[in-house]
């Protein structure tokens, strides 16, 4: 089982090993289930920030200058604290989280971000739902 750093908070069952739908079902799931339960708050600011997948050279140098950050997590809605939630597939085993990521989660985190990573829709769920607590503290 991999150790991740106490900073991080992990939801989700990091023994499952059945089969799972791909991250970006999960991804999708968690949006929509969201937009479903909160569409006029949470639903209108949940976004989710695309820095992944193939570019050219070209397309890199003008993201980046763009302002696209490698690590940046899967969810992010703004708020006191702003939820940050790296989403992968529900087995631990078909998905990793990157040094980027880690790096990315730990710098919010140490600005005061709720991180966390979340294995499954349902996982990020339980994260979000932990988030909302903090926020109506």
């Known amino acids: 089982m991999t150790k991740y750093p106490p900073f991080l908070r992990i939801y989700g069952d990091l023994s499952y090993r059945g089969p799972c739908p791909?991250?970006?079902?999960?991804q999708i799931s968690i949006v929509n289930q969201i937009r479903r339960v909160?569409?006029?708050?949470?639903?209108?600011?949940?976004?989710?920030?695309?820095?992944?997948?193939?570019?050219?050279?070209?397309?890199?140098?003008?993201?980046?200058?763009?302002?696209?950050?490698?690590?940046?997590?899967?969810?992010?809605?703004?708020?006191?604290?702003?939820?940050?939630?790296?989403?992968?597939?529900?087995?631990?085993?078909?998905s990793r989280v990157s040094k980027e990521q880690l790096e990315y989660l730990e710098a919010a985190h140490n600005e005061g971000a709720f991180v966390c990573v979340a294995f499954g829709a349902k996982a990020a769920w339980e994260g979000f739902e932990e988030w909302l607590k903090l926020t109506k503290s």
Do not use: W
């Open 38 to 94: 909160y569409p006029d708050t949470y639903g209108r600011i949940a976004v989710h920030i695309r820095n992944e997948g193939a570019r050219t050279h070209g397309q890199v140098v003008r993201h980046k200058a763009e302002g696209m950050v490698k690590g940046a997590p899967d969810l992010v809605i703004p708020g006191k604290p702003t939820f940050l939630c790296e989403i992968k597939r529900q087995n631990s085993q078909l």
């Open 22 to 26: 791909q991250e970006l079902v999960e």
